[in-house]
């Protein structure tokens, strides 16, 4: 059994910057490739980070490249997305999840565990 929860949204100004963490509980959480997800009103969930956890290998999606990056602390069982040049499309409940694979999957239902969600707004 794996436990998320995370932490940091908040209201930050477009062109601002805003850190996620993810904190897990479970002895197996170094064996899970892990997954940033966020999910507008009205919209589907979508991908916008993942690393691996066989040799941290990292995956963006195209609206968040250059911009988001995605990290994780094995000795504090954390996993991060730091946030910058934020924008108003942004806005989201992001969720962080594990996969138990070695590759990322960019495929929401691949992911095993959830976390509840933190609110991210960006104002223009």
């Known amino acids: 059994q794996v436990q998320l929860v995370e932490s940091g949204g908040g209201l930050v100004q477009a062109g601002g910057s805003l850190r996620l963490s993810c904190a897990a509980s479970g002895r197996t959480f170094s064996r899970y490739s892990m997954g940033w997800f966020r999910q507008a009103p009205g919209k589907e969930r979508e991908f916008v980070a993942g690393?691996?956890?066989?040799?941290?290998?990292?995956y963006s999606a195209d609206s968040v490249k250059g911009r988001f990056t995605i990290s994780r602390y094995y000795a504090k069982n954390t996993v991060y997305l730091q946030m910058n040049s934020l924008k108003p499309e942004d806005t989201a409940v992001y969720y962080c999840?594990?996969?138990?694979?070695?590759?990322?999957?960019?495929?929401?239902?691949?992911?095993?565990?959830w976390g509840q969600g933190t609110q991210v707004t960006v104002s223009s």
């Open positions: 690393i691996s956890w066989s040799d941290s290998s990292t």
């Open positions: 999840a594990a996969h138990a694979a070695v590759r990322v999957s960019s495929n929401p239902y691949e992911y095993d565990y």
